[in-house]
């Protein structure tokens, strides 16, 4: 069971004291306090406010294709994949709304898709170039690129398979010459989302043996095999229902069950040098994201998935649901839970009502 520390104060319980006034009795035990005094005019919720949102908390995922344009995803309405084109002027719409970061997904051209996922080691794939382009247009924008091989296989496991096992250590080889390739890019953070063992230390070191010590790392420390990543699937596949959108990934990644196993795998990574570490999916995790930033008091994020956009785009686009009040509730939930920033699909639109409001 999760082990809470006890509150500071007690909750009252007591029975009402015989001395307080009669006009008072329907407040119970306490009737000299009022909690909605606090609450009773917009200053005063503004004053009081524990937390806040700024769009220097968001991280914009980005999905991009190799055809310029842009191309809706069918179970994430309102994101397209984009072109190169596209891509660098909604980066800089981006940066002008204050988003300081930016994280690059490739949807691969199904004909290169191997087995072994060779393509994310050619330095002119489409995550290479797109980082490129963004880094020439933007220098200061952070870019950041995941390590992992499902864009590229053509099962879509995030690792090489022998005998239908998904092998660690030649995975990780293989990871740290991706990791190598986008830092020659101009990738800034390198974000390891395979969830192999040892992959944190080894990006290190080959970062480090490249001449590359300042590109960061943020690992996918906690990431639980879920059902939520189901739209991401369908927006990096050539094919809309691929083989590869259901893959079973419980051989590597973690069982939604487990939150004391997520410190352990937070510890592994900051011990072998991961600089910030990320929880994901978000809202049904809320509470490892609680507890990593307890326990460690590292940079964390928390990475609200592409199922987690979908539910609340598919709810507001049925009318079920404002879209954007319970936009800005759940990633003010996040800041809440103590991350320190969320790589969400609405960073963007989240911006333009931060800048607005
Ligand atoms: C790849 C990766 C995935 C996501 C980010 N990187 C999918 C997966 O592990 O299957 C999911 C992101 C999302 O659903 O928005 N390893």
Same mark, same amino acid.
């Given at each position: 069971m999760t082990k809470r520390a006890p509150l500071p104060y007690a909750i009252p319980t007591r /029975?009402? @004291?015989? =001395?307080?006034?009669? #006009?008072? !009795?329907? %407040?119970? /035990?306490? @009737? +000299?306090? +009022?909690? +909605?005094r606090n609450r009773a005019d917009a200053w005063n919720r503004a004053l009081v406010a524990e937390h806040r949102l700024s769009a220097s908390d968001l991280i914009w995922p980005v999905f991009l294709q190799e055809e310029d344009g842009c191309f809706p995803i069918p179970s994430m309405p309102g994101v397209d994949r984009l072109g190169l084109g596209p891509l660098v002027d909604a980066v800089g719409e981006a940066r002008a709304l204050g988003i300081p970061a930016v994280a690059l997904f490739p949807a691969t051209q199904i004909e290169r898709k191997t087995e072994d996922g $060779? =393509? #994310? %080691?050619? @330095? !002119?794939n489409l995550v290479c170039q797109a980082v490129r382009a963004v880094k020439k247009a933007f220098p200061d924008i952070g870019v950041m690129c995941d390590v992992a091989l499902d864009p590229y296989t053509s099962h879509g496991h995030d690792g090489l398979v022998r005998d239908g096992v998904i092998v660690n250590d030649e995975t990780v080889a293989v990871l740290c010459r991706q990791a190598v390739l986008q830092a020659e890019a101009g990738c800034d953070i390198i974000s390891p989302? !395979?969830?192999? !063992?040892?992959r944190v230390g080894a990006i290190r070191d080959a970062l480090d043996r490249a001449g590359f010590a300042q590109v960061r790392i943020m690992s996918y420390a906690a990431k639980y095999a879920s059902a939520f990543y189901g739209p991401f699937r369908d927006a990096i &596949?050539?094919?809309?229902?691929? @083989? &590869?959108?259901? +893959? $079973?990934k419980r051989t590597y990644q973690m069982d939604p069950a487990n939150a004391d196993e997520a410190l352990r795998e937070v510890a592994l990574d900051l011990a072998e040098g991961a600089d910030m570490v990320m929880v994901k999916p978000g809202l049904p995790y809320l509470d490892v994201v609680s507890r990593v930033k307890d326990a460690f008091g590292v940079p964390t994020f928390a990475y609200m998935v592409s199922g987690e956009y979908a539910m609340i785009k598919g709810a507001a686009l049925n009318g079920w649901l404002d879209g954007e009040a319970a936009m800005m509730e759940a990633l003010l939930g996040f800041k809440r839970a103590g991350a320190d920033g969320v790589l969400t699909y609405f960073a963007v639109d989240a911006a333009k009502v931060l800048k607005r409001d």
């Open positions: /029975a009402r @004291p015989a =001395e307080a006034p009669k #006009a008072f !009795d329907s %407040l119970g /035990a306490y @009737p +000299r306090i +009022r909690m +909605r $060779d =393509e #994310a %080691l050619n @330095p !002119d989302s !395979d969830m192999m !063992d040892g &596949g050539a094919v809309s229902n691929s @083989p &590869g959108n259901k +893959r $079973d």
